[in-house]
């Protein structure tokens, strides 16, 4: 059996669970620029570089991933959310992007591997895989519409570079996680096809349910559904009960899992998140009840707490029932469109 037929057998007996957060426990470790940068000789300040830790903190990174084994996660994402050389040109540390990701991932390969020998449970590693400071669909020129920063191909090659050193790292799956563009998720599904199964989560950027790019959830999943992901979902954003909506109309769609992890609500003045693991708990077990959600774990402000909360109240729930495919065509344009027999 491989690795994906597992995951699906599994997920087809339980609500599997993700983790949380890495950069809410990163700032709660109340790091330096020196704790950043280490032993490593770079000219810009690395203050905020939470993904360079993989190589200068691997015991902090690896601390905070094994925290979320021990709550009940049994998919673990990899701390790499901006190990891409688009990302770290901000940072001066292009030439460290395939270190980084190697070392990304064996750090949470170890976690996972010795969380399954203490109690025989498969843990699965995620390689994350964000979306980029870049847009390929958007502008940054209000006055030249035209223009874009990068194109598809340079964003597919460092996307492949990412995924390639992931892999060698040991991550099992690629999450293309908070796609706010849907051309960059493109280009990364074309940059993880062939290499691994892949793993989808948009991000929307207001309550009528769209991206940044303009695309609907059902629009989205139109362009996406080609790859055969092996879960497709929604992440970040804002909390539970705003998603929910959204969630069920994807939930209605996809022929695939369906995996959804939210922020702890919405921050509060000061970029501080303040709900409760209870309250996102409660807010995740009605997604459960409901039938909207195969995977479910934590985004922005969510802790340990929130994933063994989560872990609790989906416990011994049934798993949704995958949807058999429609049959008929659908188009993405901004939203759907089906054409009828």
């Avoid at 995951?7 to 957060?21: P, Q, S, T, Y």
């Avoid at 390969?109 to 980029?132: I, M, S």
Wanted: glycine share 10%; charged share 20%; with cysteine.
């Amino acid at each position: 059996m491989s690795l994906a037929d597992h995951f699906r057998a599994e997920a087809a007996r339980r609500i599997l669970v993700k983790d949380g957060a890495f950069g809410t426990a990163i700032q709660g470790a109340g790091l330096t620029e020196a704790c950043y940068r280490g032993e490593l000789t770079l000219n810009h300040d690395q203050k905020g570089n939470n993904d360079l830790l993989n190589l200068t903190r691997p015991e902090l990174i690896k601390s905070i991933a094994r925290g979320y084994a021990e709550a009940g996660a049994d998919v673990l994402g990899t701390n790499s959310f901006n190990a891409n050389r688009i990302s770290q040109a901000d940072y001066g540390a292009e030439h460290l992007v395939r270190d980084i990701n190697v070392a990304a991932a064996r750090i949470v390969r170890e976690v996972a591997d010795e969380a399954e020998a203490e109690d025989g449970a498969k843990r699965y590693v995620a390689g994350a895989l964000g979306p980029t400071n870049k847009t390929l669909s958007l502008s940054p020129d209000v006055n030249d519409p035209a223009y874009r920063e990068v194109d598809f191909d340079h964003v597919r090659g460092i996307y492949r570079e990412q995924c390639e050193a992931l892999l060698e790292g040991g991550a099992d799956f690629i999450l293309i996680e908070t796609v706010f563009d849907t051309l960059n998720a493109k280009a990364a599904i074309h940059a993880a096809l062939g290499l691994a199964p892949i793993m989808i989560s948009m991000t929307l950027t207001d309550l009528s349910g769209r991206n940044l790019s303009g695309h609907t959830v059902e629009a989205f999943w139109a362009s996406v559904r080609h790859a055969k992901p092996l879960t497709i979902g929604l992440n970040c954003s804002f909390g539970a009960a705003q998603l929910r909506p959204h969630l069920a109309a994807l939930s209605r769609q996809a022929d695939t899992l369906v995996m959804a992890y939210p922020n702890a609500g919405l921050p509060n003045d000061l970029g501080a998140y303040d709900e409760a693991a209870e309250e996102t708990a409660a807010q995740v077990g009605e997604w459960v009840r409901d039938g909207l959600v195969n995977v479910v774990g934590g985004c922005c402000g969510t802790t340990p707490a929130h994933i063994a909360a989560i872990a609790g109240t989906v416990r011994g729930s049934s798993a949704r029932a995958v949807p058999e495919a429609s049959g008929r065509t659908v188009l993405a344009g901004l939203e759907p469109m089906v054409l009828a027999a």
